[in-house]
């Protein structure tokens, strides 16, 4: 018998309740048509750049490897399309930073010959977990689910850390964004399958699959799916922002607390997004390599909300003009949610690895309210899924007190934005954060 589904289950401190307006939930996964160029930054990871092992002029096929990882935290880079290499410079990407990326002009859709491209489910796993391990690695699977850590880093348990518990993490909290949901609806088979194969590489015994309420159809899929496995089953949690954050995930599930400054690992924990489990399952059982993802093209205005299966590196003018164009009244263009993206500027920026979704944000929606003085409401704090006291770390980081903020656990901050969210006064408490975030970064770095 699977394991029990137990409901409503949710995070202790804090969070928040913003609208769903999950608008492309229902619409299909659908290819988007190959781009005439791509642009695929070698950094779409967190950790090294990847090292470039092509020249301009070369002839290269989908799926060969373009870029080699640096040093364990790093991930391969693949080239999304077959075509020629033209220039390699550095091009601005939806973080609002240049770096270095290597065009290719598409010509046809030749692909590397070891890669399945059948639909075919398979469901045997003959890697050994070592084996595992290094395909993902030579994969380029990093994870989906925003953060873009390199997947084979996680499997990599330090020594001296037990893990017992694997959680697939399908909550997908972000307002507006359907791809994890759409995955889990059209890949359902696929994805038990990846879970499985993590599952082997980490040796342990139990994993659960957490997903919020208002994806009641993913949830009924999976329990059907899994009734008669023992080892994996389905939790549906409580609609309640930030849910999808691996510590809130993590203390839901499990009612474990990773310490403060601590990994998953230290309460024998691993956390996997549901669409990095999928490339798992493509890259162990389809040698197929981290090519191509899900991107949500969405918001109020635009005419067709959408879930496209995209090329990395296809530039995100033609996701929107494949959902409709973009609407006269679009005030900002932002890469991910309304809670956690950052807005671009150049719709010219590839889509990468961590691109979860685009949203068009109307312009009376898109403009920041008059900030006002803070009225000690104490808001900011309740909201805080971290427990920490967001009021006091924007005046630390607004200071510059850098010593005073981290012994007030800011480098703790996930970034959610709840605290923003709930201010009266319409404080940019998240921005003054992660500026402080990053002054205690530059002088760790020093």
Known sequence: MAMRLHKHKTFKTGGIHPHDN????????????????????IIQHIGAPAKIVVNRGDMIKTGQIIATHEGF?????HASVSGRVGVIE???????????????RVKGDDWEESIDRSDTLIEEIKLTPKEIVSRIMEAGVVGMGGAAFPSHV?????????????????????PYLTADHRVMLEKPKEIIVGIKILMKALGVQKAIIGIEDNKADAIEIFQQLL????????????????????????????????PSGGLPA???????????????????????????????????????????LVRIGTPVID????????????????????MMGKAIADLDVPVAKGTSGILLIPKDEASR?????????????????????????????????SKRAKEEHILDCIECGSCSFVCPSNRPILDYIRLGKTQLKKQKSV
């Open 227 to 258: 009734k008669n496995e023992k080892h994996i089953g389905v939790e549906a949690l409580e609609v309640q922002y930030p849910q999808g954050g691996e510590k809130q995930l993590i203390q839901a599930l499990l009612n474990r607390e990773v």
């Open 90 to 104: 550095e091009v601005m990407d939806s973080t609002g930073f240049k770096h270095m990326a290597i065009n290719i």
């Open 369 to 401: 309210s008059e900030v006002y003085n803070c009225v000690h409401c104490g808001k900011c704090i309740e909201a805080c899924p971290m427990g920490l006291e967001p009021y006091r770390l924007l005046i630390m980081s607004k200071k510059g007190n």
């Open 319 to 338: 996701l929107l003009i494949a959902a409709g164009g973009v609407p006269e009244d679009t005030g900002k263009i932002v890469s991910g949610g309304p």
């Open 154 to 174: 996680k499997l990599s348990v330090p020594e001296g850390k037990h893990v017992d518990h694997l959680l697939i993490n399908g909550v997908e909290c972000e």
């Open 266 to 308: 230290d309460v024998g924990v691993i956390v996997h997004n549901v669409g990095t489990t999928y490339a798992v399952y493509e890259a162990v059982q389809k040698n197929k390599p981290l090519i191509e993802r899900v991107v949500t093209v969405t918001g109020k205005s635009v005419k067709q909300p959408s879930n496209f």
């Open 22 to 41: 999950k608008l492309s939930s229902q619409v299909a996964i659908t290819p988007l048509p190959l781009p005439k160029m791509v642009t695929i930054p």
């Open 73 to 77: 935290v790093s991930s391969n880079i």
